[in-house]
Each structure stands twice: as C-alpha cells, then as structure tokens.
C-alpha cells in the first residue's frame, strides 16, 4: 500500500461535506462502483483517459477488502489514471505503408487525397486493434489515506492532472467535495481555535528585509490567498532554529527539537533574481543560503528532522502547499504485519499532529500583536549574520 512504504510523500486534503462515521462494507460497495474499468471500454473518455479507484496493493489490484483496506479508522486505496496515446511514430509509420498500398495502381503514381484520409483512417484502426490489450496505454497510481478521526485525506503524487481526475471522483463516490489544506487554509482553521482568524484575513506579507517588501508572490497570482504564510514559516523556524536553540515549545505543553536537514529551496517573490536550491548536511548554516534570504529571497522547500515524545521524523516540507516528501517514520515493532500497520497509523497521526503544532507555534506569534517585535528581530539577526560575513571577508 501507498502509506507503508519505507518513505512517503503527500498532500494534504480536507471533505468540504459530511463524512461517514464509520468505514464498512458499504464504503467498499462504493468504491467498488467506481473502480477503474467496471464493465466500461478500456477507453472511457473523449480525450484517452481512464480513471477510477484500485484497491491498491499493485496497480491491477481491484479487489476490496476489509481486513486490507480498513485499517486503525483509515480507509487506505488508491487513484488509477489509464492514459492511452497512440504513438505518432507508428501511426504516420502505418499510414505509410496503407498509402503505398492504395496508391500502387494509380496511373500518374501518386495517391489522391482521398486515399490520404483513407489510409489515415485504416492506420488509426489498425492502431485501435493493436490497443486493445493495453499496449498503448500508460497506467499510473496515486496512494489515498482517508483518516476518520481527523478527517483529512492524504493524496500521494498529487498534481494537477490527477488533482482533476481525483475532485470529480471523489464527489461521485463520497459526495463531498475537497479542499487542499494549503498554508493559507490551514492558517485560518488553526486561527479559529484561537479566535485570531481576523488577522490571518488581514495579512500582508512580511518584509524580512528593510526594502525589499512586496504585496504579491510571483508563484501565487490568487491575491485573496493566503499561502505566503507558509514561506514564513519556514524562515522563522530557521530565525528560531539559529538564535533561540533547537527546542520549539508547543501549545500542549510539549516540545519539538527541530533541525533543519538535506535541502532548502529560496525564491525570490516578484520572479526578479530566481531560485537557489541548496544541497547540504546542515544548509541552512552555508554562507549561500543566508546571502539569499538576505537578498530578498524565501524559502519554499526545506528538510528537517523534529523529535518530539522521543519519536523522530526526517522529512521536506513545501511552504506554500504544506505538503510533505520524503517523510520516514519511526520503525514499527509489532508481531505481525496488521499491528504494524496499525502502529505506522499511529506514528503518521503523530507525526501530523507535531507539524500542525510547529504551524499553530508560528501562528500563535504571527496572528498575534507580538508579531511586529519578532519581525524586527528577525531582521536584526539578518543584519547581524550580514555584518560578520562582510567582517570575516574583509579579513
């Protein structure tokens, strides 16, 4: 299955409708009523593709099962998009050879345009034949964990083109709607639970540096979104990382050690100066990647590992989409495969629990009065880090 693999990667999904209140049988009947094929042509649609669930063992696995699907309150399956493309080599290939027959007995030697079309037809069908046993067709699989106690859906490999075939589906199988749980969306759910949606609606960006403010991200023209917060997110776990220690107090009372690994990806909001991406142990201590922070650029991708109730979890986080990659989980020890799984269920629920209250400790800060004071010292320890590395240069 798609969440039990030594690493996973997802997005976040919320139902904008009602949910069940228990998996069962009946949530099977439904997804076994839209599973991909169900007594259609291999062929569904005008434009070549094919989707519909898979129970998600492998790729043909169409078989629904309780004690598989059903796991610790998730409903675990998976998206199936079939994409049939003929390929224009063999077609212009086979059309081709049924001009040249066609054309054999004509008196001037070349084809007419009737037996252009003609031939052209008989390649498209000949095509069509050979298609019938899936030749031509491209199959791809995004896992899909439905979680009952939270509510959320984790889609894997969640981009646009499997984004549109996920909606409509979903609303046919569930009838609800979804809605991604991006920075800027998940920033007023948490602010409800502190009465501060108010100024998460109010919210501008931030200026890290003196000069280089901007109403707007180049990557999201939605001026209504909010999803900038998430770019400061990750720059103040960085400021708070360097200048307050690896400890993060959280809203329960609990503590998240918090270390900045592997990758970090900076951009510059107006599109001016480009991207950088980083490669590194530690990249958040290179010289480069402060250089670019102080030149105006944000972070829009960065790993980390956070500890948290003695659990570890090694991840990159994408600012913007608070999507998650390459995230591993702690090693489960039971007995037998179900009371792993059970458990990996577990450590995921942990593991999003510890990330939304790193989210809710920024936006406690950020929503809040106190956020203009934090921000001026951000920019002090910008400056400060500018003023030794113009120091150590002119050594």
């Not at 499997?162 to 589906?169: G, H, I, S, V």
């Not at 400890?247 to 100066?273: F, I, M, N, Q």
Request: with cysteine; net charge negative; proline share 5%.
């Amino acid at each position: 299955m798609g969440f039990f693999g030594s690493r996973i990667s997802f997005a976040r999904f919320r139902p904008t409708g009602s949910r069940p209140d228990v998996f069962s049988t009946d949530t099977l009947d439904a997804l076994n009523r839209h599973k991909i094929g169900n007594g259609r042509a291999a062929i569904a649609s005008a434009d070549g593709i094919d989707s519909g669930w898979i129970a998600g063992d492998h790729i043909l696995d169409r078989k629904f099962d309780l004690a598989k699907n059903i796991v610790s309150d998730t409903l675990q399956w998976a998206l199936r998009i079939d994409a049939f493309k003929i390929p224009p080599d063999l077609l212009r290939a086979y059309a081709a050879e049924e001009l040249e027959a066609l054309s054999a007995s004509n008196p001037s030697g070349n084809p007419s345009n009737r037996q252009r079309r003609e031939a052209k037809d008989r390649a498209k069908e000949r095509l069509e034949d050979e298609a019938r046993d899936g030749r031509f067709v491209k199959r791809k699989a995004h896992g899909l964990l439905w979680d009952l106690p939270s509510g959320e859906l984790l889609v894997s490999g969640a981009g646009a083109p499997a984004l549109d075939r996920l909606f409509p589906l979903f609303d046919e199988t569930f009838g609800t709607g979804l809605e991604p749980l991006s920075a800027g969306r998940h920033a007023f759910l948490l602010a409800e639970t502190r009465n501060l949606t108010r100024a998460i609606d109010d919210a501008t960006p931030s200026a890290f540096v003196q000069g280089r403010a901007t109403d707007r991200m180049h990557w999201s023209p939605d001026q209504t979104s909010r999803d900038f917060l998430g770019n400061e997110f990750l720059a103040w776990l960085w400021f708070v990382v360097e200048e307050r220690g690896d400890s993060l107090k959280l809203r329960d009372d609990s503590e998240a050690a918090v270390l900045p690994v592997r990758t970090l990806t900076l951009e510059c909001p107006a599109g001016e100066t480009g991207k950088e991406t980083i490669t590194s142990d530690a990249p958040t201590r290179l010289p480069e990647a402060r250089r670019a922070l102080q030149s105006g650029k944000l972070p829009r991708k960065m790993g980390f590992i956070v500890s948290r109730h003695d659990q570890q979890y090694e991840f990159t986080l994408s600012a913007e989409t608070l999507a998650v990659s390459g995230l591993k989980l702690p090693s489960p020890e039971g007995d037998n495969e179900r009371v792993r799984d059970e458990e990996r269920i577990g450590y995921l629920r942990d593991f999003l629990e510890t990330l939304d209250l790193m989210f809710d400790a920024f936006l406690a800060i950020r929503a809040a009065d106190g956020w203009a004071a934090e921000l001026d010292r951000m920019r002090h320890w910008l400056n400060r880090a500018e003023r030794g590395a113009r120091a150590q240069a002119a050594r």
